[in-house]
């Protein structure tokens, strides 16, 4: 599949599955399932030692809610950010989420994931 050619609902679809191990994998802690969908340079530079420290010092990776919307995609270049409003189950308000889709190697992966 090629990310370029899909249309937003069809983004929606799979940003949402991710999105949600995201969320699952980050609350419990483990590595290897969060980093499942990271094309290859993510992956080198999200390493498992750093992530672990995130993980454990963080309380809005530790605790955050199914509860999120997507909002809307911005594409540019060879990518297409999907942008999302993300709840936490502790803390009241909502934060910015964005995870950037590209093709490698034949398929759809994370080029980048955040919240803040």
Do not use: C, P
């Amino acid at each position: 599949m090629n990310i370029l050619e899909q249309k937003d609902e069809e983004i929606f679809e799979l940003a949402a599955d991710w999105w949600k191990n995201l969320i699952k994998y980050s609350n419990n802690k483990n590595y290897l399932m969060f980093i499942e969908h990271f094309s290859h340079s993510l992956r080198e530079g999200a390493n498992e030692m750093e992530m672990g420290k995130q993980f454990a010092r963080s309380e809005l990776a530790q605790n955050l809610s199914d509860d999120f919307d997507i909002l809307g995609t911005i594409r540019r270049g060879d990518y297409i950010t999907v942008v999302i409003r993300q709840r936490h189950k502790k803390k009241e308000g909502e934060w910015l989420g964005r995870m950037v889709l590209g093709n490698e190697d034949g398929e759809v992966r994370i080029f980048g994931v955040s919240i803040f």
